[in-house]
DNA sequence: TCTGGGGTCCTAGGACCC
DNA sequence: TCTGGGGTCCTAGGACCC
């Protein structure tokens, strides 16, 4: 735990960069991956952007609707996970190799502990450039990579410098890298904490680093103290392998919304048998159904029921989730997206699913 | 601006048990 | 008779991440 030296590998743009690799006559053009933009009626959002299109001020969880009134001659491109699933699987086999832990994150990020194989922070900087250049050269994509002492300074690090940086922060000048970023750059700081944090006259990490803690604490909790510490550059979390999944689901946004009873439950039903599969295929057994319905104005809710053993029965989520979402229906209130997911996990014999956010 | 879909983690109240 | 305290599970909601 002492003294580790972590790399954060980020690929660039990665959704963007593949289908610029498949397709050359997008080179040069503002490429845009997200939901169907319906020349600019759509709903949902851009998931990546490419360089030349974040030029025009176009950005990941941007509204589709919003990126097409930036940028009307960008090339719009519904995603191909099964491509970038693939491609990232390829990149990821050659990022291990460097590691002696390795960490994937999503579908486009690994966490790499190298402190077994290198002896500071020099020779850290040396394989990472080495990682680089063989990842453009087998896979023609670009990735970024930050060196520091934990996840987090290795997080913002790769951050720093893109595309196809490469950022080492030393121990000794870590202090020095964090003061001036943003606060909204650490990890677990969204909009309502940075918000918060602002009141506070808070803008940058320095300024939280010297904070009062005890204050955070009152205002947010564990939470509070562990901001505080991650402002300090402290950071234990460890580099691990794989995780078993705690919950696996599905959720659709519609493409109007609807009241109508028929076609909501139909749904549940599709939604069911889609990841019924994977329950099978990875030996899962669940004990709770969650249920989430968003309303036109976005308002969210959930109903769970809990059983008393597990089961993995296709029909009992089915009866079960349509029971949970009744009383939804009886308001006459239109639902924009309908979900369904199961929790409490146990796994049949020895089989483990990998984690897979993405 | 009008907000996807896959997830994780945390909080808080109430039930229930000892 | 006039009310403890700790632990765990369930449910609902919310913030956040990629």
Redesign the pocket.
């Known amino acids: 735990m002492i003294n580790r030296i972590i790399m954060h590998v980020d690929l660039d743009a990665f959704f963007a960069a593949v289908e610029e690799k498949e397709s050359p006559e997008l080179k040069g053009k503002p490429v845009i991956v997200g ?1 169907d933009s319906k020349g600019g009626a759509g ?3 851009v ?1 990546t952007a490419n360089y030349i299109a974040r030029e025009f001020g176009v950005r ?2 941007m ?1 589709i ?2 990126a097409w009134r930036l940028c009307p001659e960008g090339v719009y491109l519904r995603p191909n996970f099964e491509l970038y699933e693939k491609v990232s699987a390829k990149i990821m086999e050659i990022l291990r190799k460097y590691a002696d832990k390795f960490e994937q ?5 690994a966490f790499l502990d190298v402190g077994k194989r290198v002896k500071d922070f020099d020779e850290a900087a040396k394989l990472a450039d080495k990682m680089k250049k063989e990842v453009f050269n087998k896979e023609k994509l670009t990735c970024s990579v930050g060196v520091g002492s934990n996840k987090l300074i290795a ?1 913002l690090a790769s951050d720093f410098r893109k595309p196809y940086g490469l950022t080492v922060v030393k121990s000794e000048d870590m202090r020095n890298f964090l003061n001036p970023l943003p606060v909204r750059k ?9 918000i918060k944090l602002k009141k506070l006259g808070i803008k940058t990490i320095g300024d939280l680093a010297k904070f009062n803690k005890e204050t955070l604490i009152k205002m947010f ?3 509070g103290a562990e901001m505080h510490e991650l402002a300090n550059g402290i950071d234990n979390d460890e580099v691990v392998e794989e ?1 078993e ?9 519609f493409e109007e919304d609807t009241d109508d009873s028929y076609i909501i439950l139909k749904t549940i039903d599709s939604l069911v048998d889609e ?1 019924h599969q ?1 329950i099978l295929s990875e030996g899962i057994f669940f ?2 159904i ?1 249920v989430k319905i968003r309303y036109e ?2 308002e ?7 059983l008393i053993n597990p089961t993995n029965k296709l029909d009992a989520i089915k009866k079960i989730a349509k029971e949970l979402t009744l009383p939804f229906l009886t308001q006459k209130r239109k639902i ?2 309908i ?1 369904v ?1 199961v ?2 996990l146990t796994f049949s014999d020895k089989q483990k699913t990998l984690k ?3």
């Open positions: 939901a709903r949902g959002v998931s990941s969880a509204p609707s919003k994150v999503g579908i486009d990020e997080k650490l990890l677990g700081v969204g909009p309502k904490t940075e909790g564990k939470w995780y999944a705690k919950s696996v689901g599905r959720e659709v946004t990841f994977e004990k709770t969650t104005n976005f969210t809710h959930t109903h769970s029921k809990s924009r997206l979900g997911r929790s409490g897979e956010k993405f």
